[in-house]
């Protein structure tokens, strides 16, 4: 859905450099997802963000990963020292505080680690 | 652990025929259920949805029916044009009081639709 912006939207890094992908949600979306999906595969949940909170983190690895969503500006996920196995496609998802609100994705952060 | 498969990696339809793409979960205390479409570079679609008191929901050329007994979910799409060529995803949830979270999805199923 064009209405969640992530960028960049190719990110490539060498082994050990961080990765920053940003998240944008659809205005009024005060929920952030991020998902990772890798190739021939389904999307796996990470993370789940309110503003300045976050609500669920058991699908994010215990070291090197971390996510934000501050009150001002986007959602980040960050990736420090990267592996190569972190190489995937990054989605994030925005939704309402309402119940039972469908998500909306992003196009996805393709990220490749050499 | 808790699980949603689909039965079907790749299917290949006539354009003009209609389309089923089926999905097996394994949460039975699942409740919600998504079907979403991905083509390439792009992210999830949103296709249908269907709560688990119902056991068929129409849209517009789609079709969601829920067999909760075997825990069975199937996408039926009618009269396939070449812009249903994608990847097929269904996902479960159980809905909580506030917002929908987690999101589980199956591995995908590709339709591919053959002029």
């Known amino acids: 859905n064009a209405g969640v912006m992530q960028n960049p939207r190719h990110l490539v890094r060498r082994r050990g450099q961080e990765a920053r992908l940003r998240c944008s949600p659809m205005k009024g979306h005060s929920h952030v997802y991020w998902y990772r999906q890798l190739p021939e595969e389904g999307l796996k949940f990470m993370v789940y963000?309110?503003?300045?909170?976050?609500?669920?983190e058991s699908g994010m690895p215990k070291e090197r990963f971390s996510a934000e969503f501050p009150k001002e500006g986007p959602s980040i996920l960050r990736i420090q020292q990267v592996v190569r196995g972190d190489s995937a496609a990054y989605f994030c998802?925005?939704?309402?505080?309402?119940?039972?609100?469908?998500?909306?994705f992003g196009s996805g952060t393709q990220l490749s680690v050499l | 652990g808790e699980s949603v498969g689909l039965h079907l990696p790749t299917l290949s339809v006539q354009e003009g025929d209609n389309s089923i793409i089926n999905c097996a979960y394994s949460?039975?205390?699942?409740?919600?259920f998504i079907w979403y479409k991905q083509e390439s570079g792009k992210g999830p679609q949103f296709i249908i949805d269907i709560r688990s008191n119902m056991d068929k929901r129409q849209g517009q050329r789609v079709t969601v029916l829920l067999n909760k007994t075997v825990k069975h979910l199937s996408l039926q799409i009618a009269a396939t044009q070449p812009g249903d060529s994608a990847v097929y995803f269904c996902?479960?949830?159980?809905?909580?009081?506030?917002?929908?979270?987690?999101?589980?999805f199956g591995t995908g199923t590709r339709l591919t639709i053959i002029p």
């Open positions: 998802a925005s939704s309402t505080p309402a119940s039972n609100e469908k998500l909306f």
């Open positions: 963000l309110q503003k300045e909170n976050i609500i669920d």
């Open positions: 996902a479960e949830n159980i809905l909580r009081d506030f917002g929908n979270e987690k999101l589980t």
């Open positions: 949460n039975s205390a699942s409740d919600y």
